[in-house]
């Protein structure tokens, strides 16, 4: 893809994130009718409208482009790019209230993951990256973290939606990791996690059972910001394969070994 594409397709997918995230924002004090996908997944209007106003400007600017995202709203295209979008990633804290959600847009071709915009509405932080071109967070350059023992780590992670009906929980992950580290965090939103693995915030992150619309931007975003991406047993990662591990690189193997103790289920 020509520069100029690529570039034009950030601009569209920062414009389509900040509208969608001031949506979330003048909304999120209001009364949200709730549906559930699962005993704990949850949709609200807030997610389907958000993706609408997204798919608007993403289908105007690119209507032969392919369109993924997270609440059905999708669209064949001929061009060989596909954007791939959670229009409010972090769905629960948001029907609580708690402001920690983002939008999150991907445009990849075929397995190529091309550029990335996550917008964190709450803090007014926008975190773009093309690539082959470095990773920026609000236009501003930025890189993981330089931590180099898993003792010394801040680790995220987060749980399935399917935690209350197995024992592939991540509960015995979460507890290891917990006494391997300087601590773990579950925020909610595996998108953001991602994001703060690439500016240095989080040292590390793994999850499980995830969609392609959590962790494409955020996949695009830690190896352009020089960390370090694969599956729990160190193979290549892919936004289809729904397991991951990214890092800084540095503490990359530490945290392999501790999932390599992971039970037989």
Known sequence: ???????????????????????????????????FKGEVNLVTEADRRSERMIFDIISSAFPDDQFLAEEGTSSEGRSGYIWIVDPLDGTTNFAHGLPHFCVSIAVAQGNELKAACIFNPNLDECFTAVAGEGAFLNQKSIGVSAIAKLSDSLLATGFPYDIRRTDDDNLANFARFYKSSQGVRRAGSAALDLAYVACGRF???????????????????????????????????????????????????EMLEVLKLRPSL
């Open 203 to 253: 040292d590390g992150f793994w999850e499980h059972k995830l969609s392609a619309w959590d962790i494409a931007a955020g996949m695009l975003l830690v190896t352009e910001a020089g960390g370090r991406l694969s599956d729990f047993d160190g193979n290549r990662s892919s936004i289809h394969k729904g397991e991951i591990v990214a890092s800084n690189g540095l503490i990359h193997q």
């Open 1 to 35: 893809m020509p520069e100029g594409d690529l570039r034009r397709r950030l601009e569209t997918a920062t414009k389509a994130a900040r509208a969608g995230g001031r949506y979330l924002i003048e909304s999120l004090t209001e009364h949200h009718a709730i549906d």
